[in-house]
């Protein structure tokens, strides 16, 4: 280690000379040494930092790893780098609670409508919200049978701007979504929106209601989940983090699913969740910044 050499050889040389030859701070020297001289000190520091992490980690409904961690030790004024934080995190045991499990599929592209071209085509980039938005359907087991959940997301803020739950896979469970997203955002016209080509999308009661919106139809090719991949990763989140965490992998009731989704959707993923892609911010900081 460079530190421990300059150490060695402090006797032999000036300090400042042999940081600058080997590239460091005199500063981090420094504060290496005092480091070494005060072993307490530095136990009082990791564990106060296992204190804060654990903190950063309960916020996050312990979903998190490190970097997420990180960035919200930094929001609270913290100096430490993430490295640091990913080792603290291993050597206690503390690591994002994830499972992964097969769901069904939703999308029934066998039907007689007409599909829309790909206008998207994988550009999942938005300089300004409203601007594109991505739908799609998942499934939700629960031990009074199955719901399903209709999803509006932003690409611009991964914001969640409308949202829709029902027993069934009727298109009004798609339509009920976009209305509320419509309603709440009041988009301009040319939004262009992006979806499967599952019947529920492509029949002529959604169609028609694109239209009176002036929003614009984009549909993947078929049975290619990469042309909705930012809408299928959101979808992958919430098994993960909420949905199959659950006793079993399902919730109770259909009760206990639309209450816990509503939560999980309206208060964590669009207020407190950090997003990578935006800067380890929530969708509702990330479209605050923008005004």
Known sequence: MKFAWIHEHRDDWEIQRLCRVLEVARSG?????????NPGVMAERRRQLLDQ????????????????????????????????????MKQAGIRAATHRRFCPMTTDSRHAYTPAPNVLDRRFVAPKPNQKWLCDITYVPTAEGVMYLASVLDVCSRRIVGWSMSTDLGAHLCMDAL?????????????????DRGVQYACDAYQELLATHGIVCSMSRVGNCY???????????????????????????????????????????NRQRRHSAIGYRSPEQFEASLN
């Open 29 to 37: 020297y420094y504060a290496w040494r005092r480091r070494q001289e």
């Open 53 to 88: 992490i654990r903190t950063e980690q309960e916020l996050g409904r312990w979903v998190y790893g490190s970097p997420r961690i990180h960035a919200g030790l930094v929001d609270r004024g913290i100096q430490v780098c993430v490295n640091t934080v990913a080792k603290l």
């Open 179 to 195: 209305a509320m997203a419509v309603t709440g955002r009041r988009p301009e016209t040319g939004l262009l929106h992006h979806s």
């Open 227 to 269: 042309d909705n991949a930012m809408m299928e990763s959101y979808h992958g989140t919430l098994k993960n983090e909420l949905v199959h965490l659950q006793p079993g992998g399902r919730f109770e009731t259909i009760e206990q699913a639309r209450r816990m989704l509503f939560e999980h959707v309206e208060v964590f993923y």
